[in-house]
């Protein structure tokens, strides 16, 4: 599938119902156990409520008339019964729905993440993080208020409206027959006011998400903000956002109330109308005073479960809108996945790779070629330097030898095999990458070095620090390898950062290496020891270096030089200078008034 079907749906407006909310189900089947406790503690203590306007009926016209005070006194030890019976079904049915809540949410907040995790960089492209963490924890909040209480209280209540119902027509016939035909007057309404909350809820969601996004990304960008004095800018976005977000939810608000309002007052005012009839009966002997009673509860019953549905109906309204965003996202289908039958990458590992004739746009911008039919091969154990000015496509090649995209047209091989045949699992576990842009997790120095890896030693992450020139700084920190990083690694320097990325890729000791600039954060002391580190590795492996500085890639076995994603020149540093081209005029840029000297070095 083409990675342009990797974005976010839009939302949608056109399914106007809880349909949504039956994606739960597969989950819902899980736990049979739960479902059968709630169902039975529901079903009991509805029955129980059911009970009581007969054990009304039969003490009005019985108990009171012939003063039997045994009488009374049993019947009210039966109500006392009821009411212990109906709080045990009550709790029960607490702790089933809402047990079952917090488990059918925990197993979808664990789907979700994992697929996430699955998709592939071109939705990230075109996807801010802010907005899909929202969808993880607000939605599947609000999916597990649905799940747990409302859909409790809802069934409860559609049992309770039909038993009545059933006793109604049973008690009074005549009666019920004046509220069966209010039952259409007042559910079609419901209905037209569910679809308009259920799409407010759903445009309220996703203001908020884009709230959520906007906050997350200013959060993380602080010292930017301050640095900059933009505190006012961002606070006024941000509450522009919020204050649009509050706009969405009270216009849900707004809606679920007329909805609410209306159901109550055609309910109860059906009732009132009953309850005219029924007393014209009594007075003309055709109904006793208890049955009007007993009907007249049962009618109170259907009434305050009808109204009480109407009420629930907003809440699943808002949980189908986040049913629905949740299932958009794990509708994604990753646009870079293995294929069915994928082809063994060849054991040893030789790490030998090449592009043939690649051509290559970004999903977000399929109009601009990143590359332009790319040609080169590197071969086993070789380290080739690729080199440009800014946009030449260099970090394009890293991308694609990572297959975090698939070329337009041409193909890349990783020791023979075409990276699209391949699994993409397999073909990562032989590559090592120190990225331009370190990620550090809030966590450990100790778990960002071994990060990915399972069952490493703790000896061989000191190995790796010590040859990544890390360990020095490491043990001055007042927890050593413990020391919590802060999020994204805030209290290391720039150049701590990036050697501790250096020394994770020195510990995954992959066939092939990816250098992005792997120095570029570092002093001229710490480069020329981490280069020295580097150099130790580059021997052992397959490797590609990025750099700008052209002074990291002087031990290169040969040097790419790149312009508008296509290679125009290739050769050695001493080649390449006296050529006298684009590789040339970079030096001389670069160096400035040590270009002579640099000249001098370069041609011997």
């Given at each position: 599938?083409?990675?342009?079907?990797?974005?976010?749906?839009?939302?949608?407006?056109?399914?106007?119902?809880?349909?949504?909310?039956?994606?739960?189900?597969?989950?819902?089947?899980?736990?049979?156990?739960?479902?059968?406790g709630a169902l039975v503690a529901l079903v009991l203590a509805a029955v129980t409520t059911l009970v009581l306007p007969i054990a009304v009926?039969?003490?009005?016209?019985?108990?009171?008339?012939?003063?039997?005070?045994?009488?009374?006194?049993?019947?009210?030890?039966?109500?006392?019964?009821?009411?212990?019976?109906?709080?045990?079904?009550s709790a029960m049915r607490y702790y089933f729905v809402i047990t079952l809540g917090e488990r059918i949410v925990a197993d979808l907040r664990r789907d979700v993440f994992a697929h996430v995790t699955r998709l592939s960089p071109a939705f990230f492209d075109v996807n801010q993080s802010g907005e899909i963490v929202s969808r993880l924890t607000a939605d599947t909040t609000q999916i597990k208020s649905a799940v747990g209480a409302t859909a409790?209280?809802?069934?409860?209540?559609?049992?309770?409206?039909?038993?009545?119902?059933?006793?109604?027509?049973?008690?009074?016939?005549?009666?019920?027959?004046?509220?069966?035909?209010?039952?259409?007057v007042i559910v079609f309404p419901l209905v037209a006011f569910g679809r308009s909350v259920r799409r407010r809820s759903r445009e309220a969601q996703d203001t908020l998400a884009a709230a959520s996004a906007y906050a997350g990304e200013a959060i993380g960008a602080t010292r930017t903000l301050q640095a900059f004095n933009a505190e006012?800018?961002?606070?006024?976005?941000?509450?522009?956002?919020?204050?649009?977000?509050?706009?969405?939810?009270?216009?849900?608000?707004?809606?679920?109330?007329?909805?609410?309002?209306?159901?109550?007052?055609?309910?109860?005012?059906?009732?009132?109308?009953?309850l005219w009839f029924g007393a014209r009966d009594v007075?003309?002997?055709?109904?006793?005073?208890?049955?009007?009673?007993?009907?007249?509860?049962?009618?109170?019953?259907?009434?305050?479960?009808?109204?009480?549905?109407?009420?629930?109906?907003?809440?699943?309204?808002?949980?189908?809108g986040a049913a629905e965003r949740l299932t958009e996202l794990l509708a994604e289908t990753p646009a870079i996945a293995a294929p069915a039958s994928p082809v063994a990458l060849p054991t040893p590992a030789r790490g030998?790779?090449?592009?043939?004739?690649?051509?290559?746009?970004?999903?977000?911008?399929?109009?601009?070629?990143?590359?332009?039919?790319?040609?080169?091969?590197?071969?086993?154990?070789?380290?080739?330097?690729?080199?440009?000015?800014?946009?030449?496509?260099?970090?394009?090649?890293?991308?694609?030898?990572?297959?975090?995209y698939d070329p337009v047209s041409g193909r890349i091989t990783l020791d023979g095999v075409d990276l699209r045949e391949a699994d993409p699992e397999a073909l990562r576990r032989r590559i090592a990458i120190v990225p331009q842009e370190v990620t550090i997790f809030a966590t450990s120095i100790r778990d960002n070095i071994a990060f990915g890896m399972t069952g490493v030693s703790e000896e061989a992450i000191r190995a790796a620090a010590r040859a990544a020139q890390a360990e020095e700084f490491i043990l001055r920190l007042d927890d050593g390898y413990d020391t919590a990083v802060g999020e994204r690694g805030v209290t290391l320097s720039g150049g701590q950062r990036q050697r501790i990325a250096i020394a994770r890729a020195i510990l995954k000791d992959a066939p092939v290496?990816?250098?992005?600039?792997?120095?570029?954060?570092?002093?001229a002391e710490s480069e020329t020891a981490v280069q020295k580190a580097l150099d130790g590795q580059m021997g052992k492996r397959t490797t590609i270096v990025i750099a700008h500085r052209l002074a990291t890639v002087l031990k290169a076995d040969r040097i790419l030089v790149m312009e508008s994603g296509r290679v125009v020149e290739e050769g050695?540093?001493?080649?390449?200078?006296?050529?006298?081209?684009?590789?040339?005029?970079?030096?001389r840029l670069q160096f400035d008034q040590g270009s002579q000297a640099f000249l001098n070095e370069a041609t011997g």
């Open positions: 599938m083409s990675a342009d079907r990797e974005k976010a749906a839009p939302a949608s407006t056109g399914r106007k119902s809880i349909r949504p909310l039956g994606r739960l189900l597969p989950y819902i089947g899980r736990y049979r156990g739960l479902v059968a009926r039969r003490m009005v016209d019985h108990g009171f008339s012939e003063s039997d005070a045994g009488f009374i006194n049993t019947y009210f030890t039966m109500l006392f019964v009821l009411a212990v019976v109906l709080a045990l079904a409790s209280v809802a069934l409860r209540n559609l049992i309770l409206c039909l038993g009545a119902v059933a006793m109604m027509v049973y008690t009074s016939p005549k009666l019920s027959s004046l509220v069966i035909a209010a039952i259409p006012d800018a961002a606070r006024g976005r941000f509450f522009g956002a919020v204050e649009d977000a509050y706009g969405a939810a009270r216009a849900a608000i707004r809606a679920r109330a007329l909805l609410t309002g209306f159901a109550i007052a055609m309910v109860f005012g059906s009732v009132v109308a009953v007075l003309s002997g055709a109904l006793s005073a208890g049955t009007l009673g007993q009907f007249l509860l049962y009618a109170v019953f259907a009434a305050g479960s009808l109204g009480a549905l109407s009420e629930v109906w907003g809440e699943l309204s808002q949980a189908a030998e790779i090449a592009f043939e004739d690649v051509h290559f746009a970004y999903p977000a911008r399929p109009g601009y070629r990143s590359v332009n039919g790319l040609s080169f091969a590197v071969k086993p154990g070789e380290t080739v330097a690729i080199v440009g000015p800014s946009g030449a496509g260099k970090s394009t090649i890293l991308s694609l030898v990572l297959r975090f290496l990816l250098l992005d600039e792997a120095t570029s954060a570092l002093d050695t540093h001493q080649s390449l200078i006296r050529k006298d081209g684009l590789y040339a005029r970079l030096a």
